[in-house]
């Protein structure tokens, strides 16, 4: 995991200390050459890497928030996943929790409730932010976790 925070402190985008943005997700593609696709999908979205070309599909169709989880989820995978071969895909939600989901999971988490919210709000407060018991209880666990 020790690396995994080298990674995400180098993208000095101030991930777990604000809430991440659309137009984060998008400066941080830009900076990594990553071409973003949002179409109608039967999936949330997809990382895939195609001769050494990165790309994220997002389901166009999804509510504000969780395209904005499922935008961060699929940079996770990059970021932390990137494949060693030539074309790979990874596609969020149709394979078992294994580990590389609960990790993307975990930086899609705080990009969006970031640590400081955990410490300063109460659940309420952030329920009326939007995010779903399932989504803080989820949160809430990786804080407990990992401490971020």
């Keep these: ?46 990382y895939y890497c195609v001769k050494r070309r990165h790309f994220i599909a997002v389901n166009s169709g999804l509510p504000h928030l969780h395209k904005l989880l ?35 999971d975990a930086f899609a988490l705080c990009a969006l409730i970031p640590t400081t919210w955990i410490r300063s709000r109460t659940l309420d407060e952030l329920a009326d932010d939007g995010f779903s018991d399932e989504l803080l209880k989820e949160r809430a666990a990786v804080f407990e976790r990992h401490g971020i």
């Design 1 to 46: 995991m020790r690396s995994y925070f080298e990674k995400i402190s180098n993208l000095r985008i101030g991930w777990s200390k604000r809430s991440l943005s659309e137009d984060d997700f998008y400066r941080l593609c830009r900076r990594h050459r990553i071409t973003v696709v949002e179409m109608p999908l039967r999936t949330d979205g997809f």
């Design 70 to 104: 499922v935008m961060f989820h699929e940079f996770a995978h990059f970021l932390m996943h990137s494949p060693d071969t030539n074309t790979t895909a990874s596609f969020h939600g149709l394979c078992k929790k294994n580990r590389k989901e609960r990790e993307a």
